[in-house]
């Protein structure tokens, strides 16, 4: 019953920001994760953050000191500040929602993804 919905992604020059969002529906009253990865052609999809339901982040060693994870005005939406971007940031970038708290009679723990946003960093 989970659905996100990314939006922000689009190109950029090396050294500029931009700021994705993901919003959640269904299960959202449930502790839940939520995280960005991110896949480039021909690669494995890798970690890029999580915003933790108790509130902590983490980031990727590759992302780390540039992006940044926070929750926005909206409750259940997430937002990856990107900023200091390179061309190895390229990539569709992908939401992923899980929960991992509640009564589970009402919180199955259940794992969604979102359909991906691009992300384009050009020279």
């Known amino acids: 019953q989970v659905q996100l919905v990314e939006s922000g992604g689009g190109s950029v020059q090396t050294g500029g920001s931009l700021s994705l969002s993901c919003a959640a529906s269904?299960?959202?009253?449930?502790?839940?994760?939520m995280s960005w990865y991110r896949q480039a052609p021909g690669k494995e999809r890798e970690f890029v953050s999580v915003?933790?339901?108790?509130?902590?982040?983490k980031y990727a060693d590759a992302v780390k000191g540039r992006f940044t994870v926070s929750q926005d005005n909206a409750k259940n939406t997430v937002t990856l500040q990107m900023n200091s971007l390179q061309p190895e940031d390229t990539a569709m970038y992908y939401c992923?929602?899980?929960?991992?708290?509640?009564?589970?009679?009402?919180?199955?723990?259940?794992?969604?993804w979102g359909q991906g946003t691009q992300v384009t960093v050009s020279s």
């Open positions: 269904g299960y959202t009253y449930c502790a839940h994760d």
């Open positions: 915003l933790q339901s108790n509130r902590v982040t």
């Open positions: 992923k929602f899980t929960v991992v708290g509640g009564a589970q009679t009402i919180c199955p723990r259940v794992v969604a």
